[in-house]
């Protein structure tokens, strides 16, 4: 993995960490947070992140 991949693989698991909280906290919808996963995937391209989503 680069040093850009693993920043990418950073961010989205950052980001994603956070969206999860907001999930578990009635802030955002499953359907919300399935467009929101999608949306960071784009932004990020991760390669770890892909393999744990599901």
Do not use: H
């Not at 680069?2 to 802030?27: H, I, P, T, V, W």
């Amino acid at each position: 993995m680069s040093d850009e991949q693993f920043e990418r693989e950073k961010l989205y698991q950052a980001s994603m960490e956070m969206f999860r909280m907001m999930l578990e906290n009635g802030l955002i919808t499953e359907k919300e947070y399935a467009v929101i996963d999608t949306r960071m995937k784009e932004k990020y391209s991760p390669i770890i992140g892909t393999l744990l989503s599901p």
